[in-house]
C-alpha cells in the first residue's frame, strides 16, 4: 500500500460486512466464540465495528504513518439487502464521495 500512497494513487478498500474478518462496519459476534472455529449452531449477531483484518490494517497504518483508506463493505448476507442501495455506497466510494 506504501507504494501505491507514496505514487498518489487513491487506495480503497471493500470489505465484506458480516466477516468476522473484512467487516467494515459490521462484524458477527457471538459469546461462545472462541478457540477452534468448530460451533454448531450459529449464535453470532451483527455488530458495529472492523473485522479482525481490519483492525489490523487500522493499526498497522497508523504505526507506519499511511493513511487508512476509504472504505465500505459489502452486505449481499444482511436480511434486508438492497442492491441499489449498495450499489450508491459503493460508487460514492470510489467517486471520493461521502455515501
Known amino acids: 500500500m506504501k507504494q501505491h500512497v507514496s505514487a498518489g494513487d487513491d487506495v480503497v478498500l471493500i470489505g465484506v460486512d458480516s466477516s468476522p474478518t473484512m467487516g467494515v462496519d459490521f462484524s458477527p459476534s457471538a459469546p461462545s466464540w472462541a478457540g477452534k472455529p468448530d460451533i454448531g449452531e450459529d449464535d453470532s449477531t451483527l455488530v458495529r465495528g472492523d473485522g479482525i483484518f481490519l483492525?489490523?490494517?487500522k493499526a498497522e497504518c497508523a504505526?507506519?504513518?499511511?493513511?487508512?483508506?476509504?472504505s465500505t463493505g459489502i452486505r449481499h448476507w444482511f436480511p434486508d439487502y438492497d442492491r441499489e442501495e449498495e450499489?450508491?455506497?459503493?460508487?460514492?466510494?470510489?467517486?471520493?464521495?461521502t455515501p
Open 55 to 57: 483492525e489490523e490494517l
Open 63 to 70: 504505526e507506519r504513518g499511511l493513511p487508512y483508506p476509504r
Open 87 to 97: 450499489k450508491r455506497r459503493v460508487e460514492a466510494l470510489l467517486k471520493g464521495e
